[in-house]
């Protein structure tokens, strides 16, 4: 116990410096360097004979972590595998990595990995003090490898699986935010039109002295509204993101109701129920087909679902399994996972291929939501165009009624 407060004084505090010089020719340089001191600044720049005219601290990276995205895990992973297919022993590969990671907060969360496995920690116990950066499936597949001697194996897939996750997550990103999108732009406009361009037709047409059609009154009214009430609508939709981002992090039971919820979609929940069956099986695949007992991948894939209705579902499997139920049985009695999935199980148990059966289902249901997506993009695309013709045009032509009539009547 005793420890941890000295492993916390040996992180790494590393900083952005800004330099100028002139080169070995005269040239002026400039760039910037990250390093834990100024000295070890200028005695890198001093190695390149470079002569140093202003070296300026930019900023700090607090305690080495900073904000570490999982593509850079999945770098690591790859530069890591490399060194140790090369024959550079893991120490020296932390060493070799370190250096050539460019954002301080990964460089520095490289070094305390080998400063634990220096005192004496295993690759994957140092994994295991990161749970934020390096999850249970990487710390997993990391020890499998360190005792079945094919470390730089097993990181390669690890690699391998987050580069397929990243890109998975992505797309069903991507059809999240397109419609959302597409909303806020039709809103957006609307409300400028109404509270800003319509005020000006209004006092046009009170020097009119004749009723207004029925069409360009309700106009008016509409702006007379959102120009009283417009900040009790910004100050509703901040409420509402803020009730259900407290929500989802503080009630369980919300947080499912809301992801039940959000299956049923039209279109959209397609999406998630198909990706959340893809990374369910995908997680599957990789963690068992590592040596992993089916128990223990499963509650790993439990994690990796993404979704709190298949989490509870996996949950359910995971204890049937444990229980000596085959995997394709329990599936099925969660009346959650489709057919197709189901069935291709049950071949792979049968075939003693199962983490080859988990990824063919994966790479199905991938492609089944790249597929929606791109379905779900091109069907909006004129939507876009409708929705906002009828806004704008409808609020347009609403203003213009007036003038075509007195035109008529002169």
Do not use: C
């Given at each position: 116990?005793?420890?941890?407060p ?11 410096w ?16 990250i390093?834990p001191?100024?000295?070890?600044v ?21 305690g ?5 995205k999982?593509?850079d895990i999945m770098?690591?992973a ?8 090369a ?22 969360l ?12 295993s ?6 003090r ?9 710390a ?10 094919s ?9 391998a ?7 998975l997550?992505?797309?069903v ?11 806020a ?13 319509v005020?000006?037709f209004?006092?046009l ?15 008016i ?12 609508g ?19 039971a ?5 992801h ?28 068992f087909g590592?040596?992993?007992p ?19 579902a ?14 394709n ?10 057919a ?20 063919r289902?994966?790479d199905y249901y991938?492609e089944e ?11 909006l695309?004129?939507?876009i165009?409708?929705?906002?013709g ?8 609403s203003m ?5 009539e007195?035109?008529s009547?002169?």
């Amino acid at each position: 116990m005793a420890t941890k407060p000295m492993r916390k004084s040996q992180k790494t505090k590393l900083y952005r410096w800004r330099w100028t010089g002139l080169g070995p020719n005269g040239r002026k340089v400039a760039g910037e360097m990250i390093a834990p001191k100024r000295v070890e600044v200028e005695n890198t720049l001093k190695g390149q004979s470079i002569a140093i005219k202003n070296i300026r601290r930019k900023s700090a990276i607090g305690g080495g972590m900073g904000s570490i995205k999982p593509r850079d895990i999945m770098l690591f992973a790859r530069q890591m595998a490399t060194m140790i297919r090369a024959g550079v022993p893991v120490l020296q590969a932390f060493q070799v990595v370190a250096e050539s990671l460019k954002k301080p907060a990964m460089s520095a969360l490289v070094q305390e990995l080998m400063n634990d496995v220096a005192a004496g920690s295993s690759f994957s116990e140092a994994l295991r003090r990161h749970p934020d950066q390096f999850d249970r499936l990487f710390a997993n597949l990391v020890e499998a490898g360190e005792q079945s001697g094919s470390l730089d194996h097993m990181l390669e897939r690890v690699a391998a699986y987050k580069e397929k996750m990243e890109s998975l997550k992505s797309r069903v990103k991507k059809a999240l935010w397109y419609p959302a999108a597409v909303i806020a732009v039709g809103i957006g406009v609307t409300a400028l039109l109404l509270i800003k361009v319509v005020p000006q037709f209004e006092s046009l047409f009170q020097g009119f002295g004749a009723e207004l059609p029925a069409m360009t009154r309700m106009t008016i009214s509409m702006s007379e509204f959102a120009q009283q009430y417009w900040w009790w609508g910004v100050l509703g939709v901040m409420a509402l993101v803020f009730f259900l981002r407290t929500g989802m992090k503080k009630s369980k039971a919300f947080r499912y109701r809301m992801h039940k919820m959000s299956l049923r979609i039209p279109v959209i929940g397609d999406i998630l129920d198909k990706s959340s069956v893809a990374r369910y099986s995908r997680t599957l695949a990789t963690t068992f087909g590592a040596g992993v007992p089916l128990v223990e991948a499963l509650e790993t894939a439990e994690g990796a679902a993404g979704n709190m209705v298949y989490e509870r579902a996996i949950a359910q499997i995971r204890e049937d399994v444990a229980t000596g139920q085959q995997l394709n049985f329990a599936m099925r009695m969660t009346d959650q996972f489709p057919a197709l999935a189901v069935q291709m199980v049950g071949i792979g148990e049968e075939a003693g291929s199962l983490d080859a059966m988990l990824n063919r289902v994966a790479d199905y249901y991938e492609e089944e939501v790249d597929n929606k997506v791109d379905t779900l993009t091109s069907l909006l695309e004129p939507f876009i165009i409708v929705v906002l013709g009828v806004l704008v045009g409808g609020l347009v032509i609403s203003m213009y009624l007036p003038i075509f009539e007195l035109g008529s009547v002169i």
